[in-house]
């Protein structure tokens, strides 16, 4: 999920062939760290999502920050008044890993360019009004020509959210989705089903595909 979810593909992506996983899932990931952060720093984001992330961020730091008082490429106090992502990078993942910048940081970071590369089945999950994540970064014209990939953008979603009903119940709707794709890779693989109690509680869900190439739909997601 999230930030995981675009390590994840990236990581995969880098495998390409070797890598060992059976399939991945990758949900609301940020594709493009350089849109991601731009997009934290637009209208109500900056006093919302980009800050409470940042400060999250700080706090996990404080609790930590014996682990990095002596270091010579981590100022702790260029850290601790960051007000953005972006400035919580630049003092602190910038230095500690030798980049020239937080645009080096982020363009090496970003899965996008290895998304071409991925040999596993792979299901990316994304919504199109997610306000964090920007799903602008995520390479349409690879994901059409991976035979490994299946993408599903849904109009409505935010971040990591999929809530269904007027009083949104215990599971969301990636959920299903999720659950559904991990039963089609074990069929495929002749692996073995548990049946538990779970299966009741999700049903089978039946999603209608449209062609990604099509030139209309790329717009309206872009």
Same mark, same amino acid.
């Given at each position: 999920?999230?930030?995981?979810?675009?390590?994840?593909?990236?990581?995969?992506?880098?495998?390409?062939?070797?890598?060992?996983?059976? /399939?991945?899932?990758? $949900? $609301?990931?940020?594709? #493009?760290?350089?849109?991601? /952060? @731009?997009?934290?720093?637009?209208?109500? &984001?900056?006093?919302?999502? @980009?800050?409470?992330?940042?400060?999250? +961020?700080?706090?996990?730091?404080?609790?930590?920050? !014996?682990?990095?008082?002596?270091?010579?490429?981590? !100022?702790?106090?260029? /850290?601790?008044?960051?007000?953005?992502?972006?400035?919580?990078?630049?003092?602190?993942?910038?230095? +500690?890993?030798?980049?020239? #910048?937080?645009?080096?940081?982020?363009?090496?970071?970003?899965? /996008?360019?290895?998304?071409?590369?991925?040999?596993?089945?792979?299901?990316?999950?994304?919504?199109?009004?997610?306000?964090? $994540?920007?799903?602008?970064?995520?390479?349409?014209?690879?994901? $059409?020509? !991976?035979?490994?990939?299946?993408?599903? +953008?849904?109009?409505?979603?935010?971040?990591?959210?999929?809530?269904?009903?007027?009083?949104?119940?215990?599971?969301?709707?990636? &959920?299903?989705?999720?659950?559904?794709?991990?039963?089609?890779? +074990?069929?495929?693989?002749?692996?073995?089903?548990?049946?538990?109690?779970? @299966?009741?509680?999700?049903?089978?869900?039946?999603?209608?595909?449209? &062609?990604?190439? #099509?030139?209309?739909?790329?717009?309206?997601?872009?």
């Amino acid at each position: 999920y999230s930030y995981g979810a675009g390590t994840l593909t990236k990581y995969i992506g880098e495998q390409m062939d070797r890598c060992s996983l059976t /399939a991945a899932i990758s $949900c $609301c990931a940020s594709y #493009d760290y350089v849109l991601t /952060a @731009n997009k934290l720093e637009k209208g109500l &984001n900056t006093r919302t999502y @980009n800050k409470q992330l940042t400060q999250t +961020l700080i706090s996990y730091l404080k609790s930590h920050e !014996n682990q990095f008082k002596d270091s010579t490429h981590l !100022n702790l106090r260029d /850290a601790y008044k960051a007000r953005t992502m972006r400035q919580y990078d630049t003092a602190t993942a910038v230095p +500690l890993f030798g980049y020239d #910048d937080v645009i080096d940081y982020y363009k090496e970071g970003s899965s /996008a360019q290895w998304i071409q590369h991925i040999r596993i089945p792979t299901l990316l999950l994304s919504a199109l009004d997610d306000p964090i $994540c920007c799903i602008k970064g995520l390479p349409l014209s690879s994901v $059409c020509e !991976n035979e490994y990939i299946i993408a599903v +953008l849904t109009k409505e979603g935010g971040h990591v959210g999929w809530l269904q009903g007027w009083w949104p119940a215990k599971y969301t709707w990636e &959920n299903t989705v999720i659950i559904e794709y991990i039963r089609a890779i +074990l069929k495929e693989r002749n692996y073995v089903w548990h049946e538990d109690d779970t @299966n009741d509680e999700y049903e089978q869900l039946s999603i209608e595909f449209t &062609n990604l190439e #099509d030139e209309s739909l790329e717009e309206s997601y872009l």
